[in-house]
C-alpha cells in the first residue's frame, strides 16, 4: 500500500483544514488507518486511528472534540478533519495504514506527510 497525505497549509489559530490520504493498493480496506505528527523538536505523536471497517474510532485527549477521523474505502482514501485548530497542532501530519492501534509501531506503511501551521 503506497499512501499520500496532502492538505495541508497555513490556517489562524480557530480555523480548520481537513487532510486527505489517498492510497493506492486493492488491500487498503483490509487495513486500519491512523494519523499521526511530528512537531519540531518533539517526538512523533498519535492524533487518532480508525478500524478498516470505520465502525471504531480512537483519539489522542489532545484533539478529541476538535478532530475526526474517517475513511472512504470505495475511494482508498483517508481524512481527517481539524477543527477549532490551535497553535499547538502545528506539526507535520503522517498518514498510516497497519493495525487499528495508537502505536507507531503497528503500522507498516506511511506516506510522505504535509505540513500544518497554525498561527496565533
Known amino acids: 500500500v503506497q499512501l499520500q497525505a496532502s492538505g495541508g497549509g497555513l490556517v489562524q489559530a480557530g480555523g480548520s483544514l481537513r487532510l486527505s490520504c489517498a492510497a493506492s493498493?486493492?488491500?487498503?480496506?483490509?487495513?486500519?488507518m491512523g494519523w499521526f505528527r511530528r512537531a519540531p523538536g518533539k517526538e512523533r505523536e498519535f492524533v487518532a486511528t480508525?478500524?478498516?471497517?470505520?465502525?471504531?474510532?480512537y483519539y489522542a485527549n489532545s484533539v478529541k472534540g476538535r478532530f475526526t477521523i474517517s475513511r472512504d474505502n470505495a475511494k482508498n482514501a483517508g481524512f481527517l478533519q481539524m477543527n477549532s485548530l490551535k497553535p499547538e497542532d502545528t506539526a507535520v501530519y503522517y498518514c498510516?495504514?497497519?493495525?487499528?492501534?495508537?502505536?507507531?509501531?503497528?503500522?507498516?506503511?506511511w506516506g510522505q506527510g504535509t505540513q500544518v501551521t497554525v498561527s496565533s
Open positions: 480508525i478500524s478498516w471497517t470505520g465502525g471504531t474510532l
Open positions: 498510516a495504514a497497519g493495525a487499528y492501534s495508537s502505536t507507531w509501531s503497528n503500522y507498516a506503511f
Open positions: 493498493g486493492s488491500t487498503f480496506a483490509t487495513y486500519g
